[in-house]
């Protein structure tokens, strides 16, 4: 496995792979890989012929008062587990490669990225947009790898690759989750042992929603809303940031619930830490 941080240099490379005719899948990260990062190279390597992994915590996505400063690096281990799993390259570039003195050029997305967590976090998406745009335009993939978790996210992106006709497919991985039921995340790191189980009432709310469009037939969006939040009001630690019914390509609110066409999202604090999950109703 190669490692790279050059932009230049990744961009030579991937240039030249496509010339020789070969498929790159791209499964972009932040680092302090989980299952859940794994499983995406898994879906990257059945599809492509050279997988790249990214890893780079993008500052432009952050805000003021965010994580940036202590997101979990684990650079070593995120290594050994990309050669495990086959990654043929790792590309970490550093922030001064990313972002070089000077740099003024975002990517804004304006209607998904406004509401759910675009309305907590003003300007994450457009760091997002920007830094997946580079990454596809450095390392050239065919089909680049997000998962389901970051539900809005993918549909962000996905309607980026549309509106700029980015010659890339956009492939979703299932969330993972741990045999709790939390869905795996970097900033489960931060958990504690209690938080942790606090934190597993988002994934037990949500399925209790799930259950009861599915097997209730329940179809009024306020009263899964407010059975999942009321579920979540119980867990003392957690504070609800949004719970909401969207349909899943368009992320626009659902006014009546249409099995098989919605998600319920959730974001909440688990004390200091930011979580969020979906399930599909
Ligand atoms: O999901 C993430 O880890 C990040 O938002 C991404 C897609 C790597 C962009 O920095």
């Known amino acids: 496995m190669?490692?790279?941080?050059s932009v230049n240099e990744m961009q030579s490379?991937?240039?030249?792979?496509?010339?020789?005719?070969?498929?790159?899948?791209?499964?972009?990260?932040?680092?302090?890989?989980?299952?859940?990062?794994?499983?995406?190279?898994?879906?990257?390597?059945?599809?492509?012929?050279?997988?790249?992994?990214?890893i780079f915590v993008n500052p432009t996505q952050f805000g003021p008062?965010?994580?940036?400063?202590?997101?979990?690096n684990a650079l070593?281990?995120?290594l050994e587990k990309c050669r495990e799993r086959g990654a043929d390259i790792?590309?970490?570039?550093?922030?001064?490669?990313?972002?070089?003195?000077?740099?003024?050029?975002?990517v804004n997305e304006?209607?998904?990225s406004s509401g759910l967590c675009g309305i907590s976090r003003p300007n994450h998406f457009r760091g997002v947009t920007t830094v997946c745009l580079k990454l596809f335009n450095i390392t050239r993939p065919d089909i680049a790898v997000f998962g389901q978790k970051d539900a809005q996210q993918c549909a962000v992106i996905q309607k980026m690759v549309t509106d700029l006709n980015i010659p890339a497919q956009i492939v979703i991985g299932e969330t993972k989750r741990g045999e709790d039921g939390l869905a795996t995340s970097s900033r489960n790191r931060y958990l504690t042992n209690t938080q942790h189980e606090e934190a597993l009432s988002l994934s037990k709310a949500l399925q209790l929603?799930?259950?009861?469009?599915?097997?209730?037939?329940?179809?009024?969006v306020d009263r899964v809303v407010a059975e999942i939040t009321h579920h979540l009001s119980l867990a003392h630690r957690v504070r609800v940031i949004?719970?909401?019914v969207v349909d899943r390509e368009t992320m626009e609110p659902a006014r009546e619930i249409i099995p098989g066409k919605q998600l319920v999202c959730v974001a909440a604090w688990v004390d200091q830490t930011r979580l969020i999950d979906n399930i599909a109703l």
Request: proline share 4%; glycine share 8%; with cysteine.
């Open 110 to 112: 304006e209607h998904i």
């Open 242 to 244: 949004y719970v909401q």
């Open 13 to 54: 490379h991937a240039i030249g792979l496509r010339s020789s005719g070969r498929l790159i899948g791209l499964v972009p990260t932040m680092g302090c890989l989980h299952e859940g990062h794994l499983s995406l190279i898994d879906i990257a390597k059945e599809r492509a012929d050279k997988v790249i992994v990214s």
């Open 76 to 78: 070593e281990a995120d």
């Open 90 to 106: 790792v590309f970490n570039p550093t922030v001064q490669e990313m972002y070089p003195q000077g740099y003024s050029t975002y």
């Open 65 to 72: 008062n965010e994580d940036f400063e202590r997101y979990p």
């Open 2 to 5: 190669q490692t790279i941080q």
């Open 209 to 220: 929603g799930q259950r009861m469009v599915r097997e209730d037939g329940v179809r009024s």
